[in-house]
C-alpha cells in the first residue's frame, strides 16, 4: 500500500541506513526534538557489521577508539574482549546501542530507498522506498556507508556455477558450513586476506585467485586485560579529545595499528644499509618497516621497504613459487588501504592451499565445476567473491537522488563525485551525506568521523531553525574550492602514485571515473575548518529563509 505523504507531514529528517552512522544520527536528532524516521534495507541495524559476517571478519582499529563516544555511561558499561573486536562482538555492540537508546522504534526495517526527490515549493524531500511508500522530509541525511555496495565483477559463464555463491560483503545471517568443501575464492584485499586463514581450516581444499598480491601487516591481536580496559575507561575523555585533533581518528592507545606496540616512524630508510635492512628483517619481519618516516612520502624509499617486505615473504613461504606469486610488484606500499591479518602468510604453507597466481593467466570463463584459467581448469563446489564494494558513491548511485530542476546525482557525478566540505552538493539543499566522498571518512576511524559529521549537520539544522532559515546548500564557489584542495592535498602522497590502482580512486570498478574521492588532510585540520565554517555563519553555504 502507498503511503502518502499526508500521512506523515511532520518528519523533519530522513535518514537513510541503520549503521554507525544512522543510528548515532536518529540518537542526536531526537534529542535535538528533530522527527526523524531512519529506514534501513537489512533486518537489523549494524551497516557494515551486519553484512559482513564473513568467517575472519574484524575490525582493524583497535576496540577502545572503534567506540561511539557520545554517550559517557554507554563508554563505561560496554567492555570490550579483544584488542581488535571480531564482527559478532562489534554487531553485539551495535545491538546493545540500538536496545539502550531505543533506537529501533523509528528505524523501519526492510526497507530499500529506491528515490529520493527535492520539491523546490514546498522544500521537502520526497523519499519513495521499494514497497511504494512515500515519506517526505525537512532534511535527507544519506548515512549510506561508504563500503555497502558489494562489487562482483562480471565474469564470462558465472550464473554456470553449479555450486552456492557467496560474497564476502554479503554473508549469510547463519554463516556457511564449509567443513568437507572444495572452496574456490577470488580476491586478495582485506576480505580475501582477512576470510582465507579461517576458510583454509574449515575446508578440504581452498584455492585462492589472486589479481595483485596485497601488502599485509600481522595483526597482534590478543584478548584485552581487564586491568587495561579499565584505565582506559578513565582515560577516555583525554583519549577522545586526542582521536579528534589526530590525523586518522586514531591514537594508538595502548597499541599501534593492527594491535602492535605503537611506534613512531623517526628513521630514514635511505640512510639504512642493505646489509642493516637485511638484519632487520631477520629479526622483526614485516614490523621492521614502520620505523621509517620516508616510505610513505618518497617513491624511491618506498620501494626500499617494499624490498624489505618481499624478503620477508621469501622467508615466510615455503614454495618458492607460491612466494614469488604473494609477493606485491609494480606499485608502492600505502598506495591501498592497509591490510592488517591473523596467519595469512601461514596459510600458504597448508597443503589444503592452492594459489593461482593470476599474473600469470588470468581468469577466462566461471564454468559450471570451477574456474577456466588460462593456466587451466579449477574445479571447486563453493565459490566465495572477495571482490570489495563500489566505494564511497556506489551507495548513493543506486538511489535515483534528484535536487532542484530535477537534477539526478549520477549526472552531475557524472564526471566523479563534487562536494563542499563532503557534506553537501551543489543544486541539492538540505540534503547531507555522511563520511561523503571529500571528507577523511574511509582514511580515519570511522565512527570518529561518523561522530563529528553527525554532530556537525545537528548543530547546523538547529541553528538554521533557530534562524528561521528554511534551507542550506553548497554555492558553486564553495565547491570548486574545496575540491582543489581535496586535490592538492592528496597530491605526492602514494595514494595517487602514478602505478597505484585502488578503490580510493574508483579504480576497481570499471567505468567509473578516477580521481580521489577522501581527503588526506587530516581528522583534526577537517573539523576545525568544518567548525570554522558553521562558526562564520556557514560560510560557503547559501541560507535561504
Ligand atoms: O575489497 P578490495 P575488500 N578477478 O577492493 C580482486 C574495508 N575492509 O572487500 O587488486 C580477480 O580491497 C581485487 O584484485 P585487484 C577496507 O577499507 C576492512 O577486500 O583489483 N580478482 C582485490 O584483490 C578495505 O580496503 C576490513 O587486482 C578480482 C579484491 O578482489 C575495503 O573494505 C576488513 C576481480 C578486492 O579487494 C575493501 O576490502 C574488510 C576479478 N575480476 C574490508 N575483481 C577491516 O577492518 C576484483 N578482484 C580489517
Redesign the pocket.
Known amino acids: 500500500m502507498t503511503q502518502t505523504t499526508s500521512e506523515n507531514p511532520n518528519i523533519d529528517v530522513i535518514v537513510v541506513g541503520a549503521g554507525f552512522a544512522g543510528m548515532y544520527a536518529l540518537h542526536k536528532f531526537r534529542g535535538l526534538g528533530l522527527r526523524t524516521q531512519v529506514l534501513e534495507s537489512g533486518n537489523d541495524v549494524g551497516g557494515t557489521w551486519y553484512w ?1 559476517r564473513y568467517p575472519g ?4 582499529v583497535p576496540s577502545v577508539e572503534y567506540s561511539y563516544s557520545f554517550d559517557k555511561d554507554l563508554e563505561q558499561e560496554w567492555n570490550w574482549t579483544e584488542i581488535m573486536a571480531a564482527q559478532p562482538e562489534i554487531l553485539e555492540y551495535a545491538n546493545h546501542v540500538a536496545d539502550r537508546f531505543d533506537l529501533r522504534d523509528d528505524i523501519k526495517f526492510q526497507t530499500r530507498v529506491v528515490s529520493t526527490v527535492y520539491d523546490e515549493s514546498s522544500n521537502r524531500w520526497a523519499v519513495t522506498t521499494d514497497s511504494g511508500e512515500e515519506y517526505t522530509a525537512r532534511f535527507c541525511v544519506m548515512a549510506t556507508g561508504c ?1 555497502s555496495v558489494p562489487n562482483t ?1 562480471s ?1 564470462d559463464g558465472q550464473e554456470e556455477f553449479a555450486g552456492p555463491v557467496y560474497h ?2 554479503n554473508w549469510p545471517e547463519g554463516g556457511v558450513d564449509f567443513s568437507n568443501c572444495v572452496v574456490g575464492l ?7 586476506i ?1 576470510s582465507i586463514p579461517v576458510i583454509a581450516e574449515q575446508a578440504k581444499h581452498l584455492t585462492v ?4 598480491p ?1 601488502y599485509t601487516m600481522p595483526a597482534a591481536n590478543a584478548p584485552l586485560k581487564t586491568d587495561f580496559l579499565q584505565q582506559a575507561k578513565a582515560n577516555y575523555p583525554s583519549i577522545r579529545a586526542e582521536q579528534r585533533a589526530s590525523q586518522v581518528g586514531i591514537v594508538g592507545y595502548g597499541f599501534g595499528f593492527g594491535g602492535a606496540e605503537n611506534v613512531e616512524p623517526t628513521e630514514e630508510i635511505r640512510q639504512t644499509s642493505q646489509a642493516e635492512r637485511q638484519r632487520l628483517v631477520e629479526e622483526e619481519g614485516f614490523l621492521a618497516i614502520r620505523r621509517y618516516a620516508d616510505v610513505a612520502l618518497d617513491e624511491e624509499a618506498n620501494e626500499l621497504a617494499c624490498e624489505m617486505y618481499r624478503e620477508q615473504v621469501r622467508r615466510m613461504i615455503k614454495d618458492p613459487a607460491t612466494a614469488e606469486a604473494l609477493m606485491p610488484r609494480d606499485y608502492p606500499m600505502g598506495c ?2 592497509p591490510v ?1 591479518d591473523t596467519d595469512y602468510y601461514e596459510t600458504f604453507n597448508r597443503d589444503n592451499v592452492t594459489l593461482v597466481d ?1 599474473r600469470q593467466g588470468g ?1 577466462e570463463e566461471i564454468t559450471e565445476a570451477g574456474v577456466q584459467t588460462a593456466q587451466g581448469h579449477y574445479a571447486f563446489d563453493v565459490l566465495v567473491y ?4 563500489d566505494a564511497m558513491t556506489g551507495a548513493l548511485g543506486k538511489i535515483d537522488i534528484r535536487g532542484r530542476d530535477n537534477t539526478a546525482l549520477t549526472e552531475y557525478w557524472e564526471a566523479g563525485p563534487r562536494t563542499y566540505l563532503g557534506l553537501q552538493v551543489v543544486g541539492f539543499p538540505n540534503f547531507f551525506t555522511v563520511t561523503g566522498p571529500g571528507s577523511p571518512s ?1 582514511l580515519s576511524n570511522m565512527i570518529v568521523s561518523i561522530e563529528q559529521h553527525i554532530d556537525w549537520i545537528a548543530q547546523c539544522i538547529s541553528d538554521l531553525d533557530e534562524r528561521g532559515v528554511q534551507s542550506i546548500e553548497a554555492t558553486p564557489a564553495a565547491e570548486e574550492e574545496w575540491i582543489a584542495h581535496v586535490n592538492e592535498v592528496a597530491q605526492n602522497t602514494m595514494f595517487t602514485a602514478k602505478s597505484c ?1 585502488s ?1 580510493y580512486l574508483g579504480a ?1 570498478i570499471p567505468g567509473k571515473p578516477r580521481i580521489f574521492m577522501p581527503y588526506v588532510g587530516g581528522v583534526g585540520v577537517y573539523r576545525e575548518k568544518c567548525d570554522e565554517v558553521a562558526r562564520n555563519g556557514y560560510a560557503g553555504f547559501e541560507l535561504r529563509a
Open positions: 559482513n571478519a574484524r575490525c582493524d563500503l565483477p565474469i564476502t560483503g577470488i580476491g586478495t584485499g582485506s576480505s580475501g582477512q585467485f589472486q589479481r595483485t596485497n591501498k588501504r592488517i593470476l581468469i572477495a571482490t570489495g564494494f574511509v590502482n578503490w576497481n
